[in-house]
Each structure stands twice: as C-alpha cells, then as structure tokens.
C-alpha cells in the first residue's frame, strides 16, 4: 500500500507486561514521528526519527518507553511494564525532509 | 502548558453555511501550523498547511488564515458538506518537524 501502516491495530495487554508497535512508513520518507493520543486528549509528540540523525527523544513520557528505526523503513515503539495510563491510541507519521507529515491508522493500546 | 489551544470541543453546522474553526497558540516560534481531520477509528488526515510568512492559503473549499500579531489562526470550511463531519485538529510547528496539537473540535454537519 502507498500509506503508513500500523500493526496490531488493537493490542490488548496486562499492567506489567510489555508491548511492541510496529510502524511501516511510506517508501523514501526520510523522517518518521510517533504520537500517542489519550482519551478526550490532542496528539502528544513521543519520538522524532530523521534519516542517520540522533532521534529527538524530548517527547517520551518515562525511560519505559523506547523506539527504534531501521535505516530509513520501520520502527518499533517498546512500552516496557505497561502501566493503565500507557492505554492510548498510538499514532505513527512519516514525511519527506521538511513536508507534511502523514499518518497511519493508529494501533489502540489497552492495558488492563 | 498547552501551547496550542482550541478552545471550541465542539461545533454544529447547517449544511451549505461556512464552518469556522479556531486556534490559538502561544509559542512564538512557531512559523508553521496545519490543519488536520480525524474520522473515529482512523489516523488523522492532512487538509491543509500555512506558513507565517502568508496570512491566507486557499484549497478549494478550505482556507485557512493566521493573524500573528494575535496568535491566532482559522480554518474556514465553505460550503460545509456532511462529509466534513469529522474532528479537526490544529497543529504547529517551529520549523517542519515535530508538531504540537490542539485538542480538537468536534465538527457535525447538520444535513
């Protein structure tokens, strides 16, 4: 497909227990972004993945989160011991260099 | 500290008039913002982008104008169309990079 897809689309998990989001962006976009959107809540920035650069970090919420890219194709969003407040649609974007960013479908996190 | 405020959770719309969305922002250094819409149950589409060296951007039925000097910007829908229902998102950024999101506004068009 030409989109950025997101798998699973719905995870449910246990508080403590840890989760991995895949995130397949669009051929060619140099940058990729995860977001995490909460309840009632606006889209909250996570993580910034641009080409070889060091990752903008700034937006993680604890050290229990982390993320990876692979050169400039997936990512992976690790939620380690998953607390009740990580429940959350997690949202992931890519773009070209200093263009609009286009998102996936979103994978729907709920910790029980 | 919510950097970028839309203050209106939600808004209804006879079919045919104009919808007007608005948002506010704090952060000066922001210089480009865009508008996004969100349907339940998928990821949020692009609709349109300015830059703060414009004061208008025009897409078919969409315009969005920003008033600087007020940190101010809106989007216009005209005509607004029941496809239109949807949340609208307002986001910024100070260079083309991480954005920083409103909460929304619920748009419902009235048929």
């Known amino acids: 497909g030409a989109g950025v897809s997101q798998s699973p689309s719905n995870k449910v998990t246990e508080k403590g227990k840890d989760v991995e989001l895949r995130c397949d962006p669009i051929?060619?976009?140099?940058?990729l972004y995860w977001y995490r959107q909460r309840l009632g809540q606006g889209l909250e920035f996570l993580i910034y993945?641009?080409?070889?650069?060091?990752?903008?970090k700034s937006g993680l919420p604890s050290d229990r989160f982390s993320a990876e890219r692979t050169g400039e194709s997936v990512s992976t969003l690790t939620i380690q011991r998953t607390q009740q407040e990580d429940s959350a649609v997690y949202l992931c974007?890519?773009?070209?260099?200093?263009?609009?960013?286009?998102f996936g479908p979103g994978t729907r996190l709920l910790v029980l | 500290d919510q950097q970028v405020k839309q203050n209106s959770p939600s808004l209804s719309v006879q079919e045919g008039r104009i919808s007007i969305l608005n948002c506010d922002y704090t952060?000066?250094?922001?210089?480009?913002f865009l508008w996004y819409k969100k349907y339940p149950a998928e990821g949020p589409t692009f609709l349109i982008s300015?830059?703060?060296?414009?004061d208008k951007n025009e897409d078919g039925r969409f315009t969005v104008f920003l008033n600087k000097s007020a940190k101010h910007l809106s989007l216009h829908i005209v005509p607004s169309q029941p496809g239109d229902s949807a949340v609208y998102f307002c986001?910024?950024?100070?260079?083309?990079?991480?954005?920083?999101f409103g909460t929304g506004t619920r748009l419902t068009i009235i048929p």
């Open positions: 051929s060619g976009h140099t940058a």
């Open positions: 952060n000066s250094m922001f210089d480009y």
């Open positions: 986001a910024a950024s100070p260079k083309l990079g991480k954005l920083t």
């Open positions: 974007a890519s773009s070209s260099t200093l263009e609009t960013q286009y």
């Open positions: 993945f641009q080409g070889n650069s060091a990752p903008d």
């Open positions: 300015i830059s703060s060296i414009k």
